[in-house]
């Protein structure tokens, strides 16, 4: 069963600092690889979903890599803002037609 | 599009009762899927819909059952509710299951069994 991992389970920065999220996974035959940021109380909202074919995507401040041969992804968040303060998630789904696999999230908090 | 809407935002039941979590979607999407989030534990897939008629176990089925009458509903009952269902409940979307397409979520219904 694929497991997704996410270190740190937590992390405080500084406003403006860059910062990366890491999410692995143990089986590298995936699909694909979402992230989603989750406010408090809040539902999941997609941020960048990433293509087995493809090595990276960018959305504004946000750019997601993925290594499929080392079973690792990760977000970079560009000068952060305390409204980047969430939870993120990173899911992979392993066949066209299978579900996604989640990781426990890495909760951010960004410091004015 | 009001996107992926669920009912009701909090409920409490006790032990031994059954109610139904509704979730709905305008996006005509096919695949729809019913989550549950513990602390510690990440999300986990508990009943999925490739399209209407069509159900399937996820991978916590056990005391859950859902049907699929129409492309845009997806309601999950719980048919005797016990204390370890006590979780956040979401519903997700996407266009089909068999692709590379977002899912979408929910707001989520908190439950609490006592």
């Known amino acids: 069963k694929q497991e997704v991992t996410q270190i740190p389970a937590a992390l405080s920065v500084p406003e403006g600092e860059n910062l990366v999220l890491n999410c692995s996974f143990t089986?590298?035959?995936?699909?694909?690889l979402q992230w989603f940021r989750q406010d408090p109380g809040k539902g999941l909202t997609s941020l960048l979903l990433?293509?087995?074919?493809?090595r990276e995507q960018t959305s504004g401040r946000l750019n997601a890599s993925l290594d499929k041969s080392s079973g690792r992804s990760t977000l970079y968040i560009a000068a952060s803002q305390p409204g980047d303060s969430a939870t993120y998630l990173c899911a992979v789904k392993e066949g066209p037609g299978n579900q996604f696999y989640f990781g426990t999230g890495t909760s951010l908090t960004v410091i004015p | 599009n009001a996107g992926v809407t669920q009912t009701p935002k909090f409920q409490v039941l006790k032990t031994g009762q059954s109610m139904t979590l509704q979730c709905a979607q305008d996006m005509n999407h096919e695949y729809m899927s019913w989550y549950r989030q513990d602390p510690g534990m990440g999300l986990r897939l508990i009943h999925y819909?490739?399209?209407?008629?069509?159900?399937d176990q996820g991978e916590v089925p056990n005391g859950y059952n859902v049907s699929r009458s129409t492309t845009e509903d997806f309601p999950l009952r719980l048919l005797s509710a016990a204390p370890s269902q006590t979780s956040v409940y979401f519903c997700?979307?996407?266009?089909?299951?068999?692709?590379?397409?977002?899912?979408?979520f929910g707001p989520g219904t908190r439950l609490t069994v006592t």
């Open positions: 819909s490739v399209g209407a008629g069509i159900t």
């Open positions: 990433i293509q087995s074919s493809q």
């Open positions: 997700a979307s996407s266009r089909e299951g068999r692709g590379p397409y977002e899912q979408y």
């Open positions: 089986d590298s035959a995936i699909y694909n």
